[in-house]
């Protein structure tokens, strides 16, 4: 508890936003699936970090219960997140998100 | 009393809803007992109302309910019950149930016979409202309603495409009428703050001669008068409604409903007599259409046409009389008027019954004999209207010649020669219709025959109230009291003292007038007979040729085509102007142009999407960064 208040919140609030900065170019650049999944989980958890950070700051636990939430409500996310690539790979025995572009003009 | 004041006009609207809403299930025989009577109810209660009115010599007014209220503007659905109300109340019930019974015996045969007494119940219970109603507004739901029932029953026969435009024709040129009767609401409401005649009288009374306000008022009351009264320049409806079937030609366009504007004047007397504009104009259109009505009636060959342009010529009557201030005698030839108009039309009915819709007084002739109770009581009914002594028609015109005498003489020969026009052809219908031998088709002659009872009976009535209708307002002159006058006068009292009066004509004057008047009508009469029946002469078909004046008269004074080619073709044309360079070119390339730039645009930004969920997600993201950078701006 001690070593999370000696670091000053500007330092959680930059490494966070480093972090989440890092999943969103994840999600634009990457072909593979998995990896877009993966890279959203990356956004997701810079964001809880930040609510926990805020909380021990702030000595209000509320943002640890919503950590808590969200932590259940991503892996609920990812269960459906990894069937749907599942699906993807039986009919097209790929998954390569470019080629799921049938649905245009 | 108010209960009796409420249910006068209740019974004919129950009779309408009865019959209208019933129009299928319910049996002919029902409606047939149920519609006249229905009037009848009406008409006892009126005669007890009247003689009421008489015994108290008092106004009831009796509220209904507050009908709007607006702020300052507090407009009561309320009925009012006085001696000039009282008189149409008796008029128009009286009349209108002896023309219910004969409508039971002229409408037999239509299938249309329930809805035909719908509407004629509906007719009755809007004009009950025109003459009860305590204000304005209230008389203006009546003035409608009649000309909605004046509309149906028009284009009763609805299958004749010339019945249903001389409908439309009658709805229209009343609507023109109706326009300056609202206008002129307004404007009272604007000057007096109120709509209550009470009100607005007592108000108005206060008020200096000629305020340029009140003249407004009654110039636009006047175009309504104009419209539903069939004056010049808006008459050409009312010899077109002659297509209803006959009843309501009496009923209608003969006895009640164009008397509206008539009875409208009456009611308003005191702004009319504040106003020396109004009376002026009100004077000279209706000695016009007197003469003119009367002119183009005398080489008119339709029986009904004939009637229907004396009626125009009639009411002229009526609103030279207005205009002179002899308000009772416009309401005593206005009630003598309903009486043996109401039989001319209902015997010409009778006629047109026995030669199975022959029209044409050229085809007829020689009834006499086979239709003698329709003969005698068309007669008294053509006495009455030229004027001969002592039938009603007499007393009626000859109160409104004197008082025109004495307001001036040169407009009393005017409408001396008008009435000498009226006996001229009236008498000649009679005898083109009458007398002689039969003119028709073999079939005819051998199908003539008199009609049954229920329409005889009717007929017997009215010849009664024709022949002895006259002695209600029997003149000082004849050792008579008056006793219309005297009735009225409460109504008219204010109006009186603004008037200026002249000296009364001496006795000796007025037998001089009225002696000069019935010379010149018995004159006529003799005329009329020498032409059509000892020479035989009017039996020309249309085509053969005639002097240029007669040919002018006998087609109406090409009026019907002066108004459609000043009115109804440039308003077509520009119809087509606008249809075709606003509607078409401008509002329609408008809204196409709408719709082709949203194909256009959707064609062209179709192709973003592309399939590709990574570019998707790219723009989402672009989307949202300049989301928050323009946040972060503003």
């Known amino acids: ?105 | 009393m108010n209960l009796i004041i409420i249910l006068i006009p209740l019974f004919p609207l129950l009779g309408f809803l009865i019959s209208g809403l019933g129009y299928r299930t319910v049996p002919r025989k029902v409606i047939a007992v149920l519609s006249p009577g229905m009037v009848l109810f009406s008409f006892i209660l009126s005669v007890i109302l009247f003689i009421t009115i008489q015994q108290s010599a008092t106004a009831l007014t009796c509220t209904l309910f507050s009908w709007i209220r607006i702020g300052p503007l507090d407009i009561p659905f309320s009925f009012l019950a006085d001696p000039l109300s009282c008189l149409m109340l008796l008029v128009v019930t009286g009349v209108g149930f002896v023309i219910h019974v004969y409508s039971v015996g002229y409408m037999k045969e239509d299938a249309g016979f329930n809805r035909f007494f719908s509407y004629m119940n509906l007719f009755v219970f809007s004009m009950l409202l025109l003459v009860m109603g305590a204000n304005y507004p209230v008389m203006f739901i009546g003035w409608e309603g009649v000309g909605l029932c004046s509309y149906l029953l028009i284009g009763f026969w609805f299958k004749n495409h010339d019945y249903n435009n001389a409908a439309k024709k009658a709805f229209i040129m009343n609507r023109i009428g109706d326009l300056g009767f609202l206008m002129g609401m307004f404007l009272i409401y604007t000057t007096f703050s109120t709509l209550n005649y009470q009100d607005v009288f007592s108000q108005a009374r206060g008020m200096s001669f000629g305020n340029p306000a009140v003249v407004a008022i009654t110039l636009l009351l006047f175009v309504g008068a104009v419209g539903k009264s069939a004056q010049i320049p808006l008459y050409t409806w009312l010899p077109d409604a002659m297509a209803g079937p006959t009843p309501v030609s009496a009923l209608i366009h003969a006895a009640t409903m164009v008397t509206a504007g008539v009875y409208m004047v009456a009611r308003s007397n005191i702004l009319y007599v504040l106003s020396p504009a109004t009376m002026a104009i009100m004077g000279i259109t209706g000695l016009a259409t007197a003469l003119f009505a009367a002119s183009i009636a005398i080489f008119q060959n339709d029986i009904k046409k004939i009637l229907a342009y004396s009626t125009i010529s009639q009411l002229g009557y009526m609103f030279v009389g207005l205009s002179v201030g002899a308000f009772t005698g416009a309401m005593f030839h206005l009630t003598t008027h309903a009486f043996f108009k109401a039989l001319l039309f209902l015997g010409a009915g009778s006629v047109i019954h026995a030669l199975r819709g022959e029209q044409d007084i050229r085809k007829m002739g020689g009834l006499k004999k086979a239709m003698p109770k329709t003969y005698w009581t068309f007669l008294v009914a053509t006495i009455a209207i030229a004027g001969i002594p002592p039938f009603s028609g007499f007393f009626s015109k000859d109160e409104i010649l004197a008082r025109t005498f004495e307001f001036q003489p040169a407009i009393w020969a005017l409408a001396v020669a008008g009435s000498l026009m009226t006996a001229f052809y009236m008498f000649r219908l009679l005898y083109l219709t009458f007398f002689s031998e039969f003119r028709g088709t073999e079939s005819q002659k051998h199908h003539l025959h008199e009609s049954p009872a229920v329409m005889t009976i009717p007929l017997i009535i009215l010849a009664l109230l024709a022949a002895f209708g006259g002695f209600i307002n029997l003149p000082g002159l004849f050792g008579g009291d008056s006793g219309l006058s005297r009735f009225l006068a409460p109504v008219f009292a204010d109006a009186g003292k603004v008037m200026e009066h002249e000296a009364p004509l001496s006795h000796g004057t007025e037998w001089m007038l009225m002696g000069i008047t019935l010379a010149g009508v018995l004159a006529m009469v003799a005329w009329a007979w020498f032409r059509f029946v000892k020479k035989r002469h009017g039996l020309l078909p249309d085509e053969a040729p005639r002097p240029f004046v007669v040919k002018l008269v006998a087609n109406k004074f090409y009026i019907d085509e002066l108004y459609r080619a000043i009115i109804e073709k440039p308003l077509l044309r520009l119809s087509e102007i606008l249809h075709e360079y606003v509607e078409r070119r401008f509002i329609d390339r408008i809204v196409n142009g709408l719709g082709s730039m949203v194909v256009w645009t959707g064609n062209t930004v179709r192709y973003i999407q592309t399939g590709n969920v990574g570019f998707y997600m790219f723009i989402m993201i672009l989307g949202i960064i300049l989301i928050l950078f323009f946040n972060i701006l503003i």
């Not at chain 1, 699906?87 to 390569?96: A, E, K, P, V, W």
Request: aromatic share 10%.
């Open chain 1, 1 to 105: 508890m001690s070593s999370l208040t000696t670091i000053p919140i500007h330092y959680y609030l930059v490494f966070c936003s480093v972090l989440f900065c890092i999943g969103v170019l994840g999600v634009l650049i990457k072909r593979n699936a998995l990896l877009i999944l993966m890279s959203i989980e990356l956004m997701i958890n810079s964001i809880n970090l930040l609510l926990a950070a805020f909380s021990a700051y702030t000595n209000d636990p509320a943002g640890q219960i919503f950590v808590f939430f969200i932590m259940v409500v991503a892996a609920a996310e990812v269960a459906i997140g990894l069937a749907i690539v599942v699906l993807i790979y039986r009919t097209t025995h790929s998954i390569d998100i470019n080629v799921l572009n049938k649905l245009k003009w």
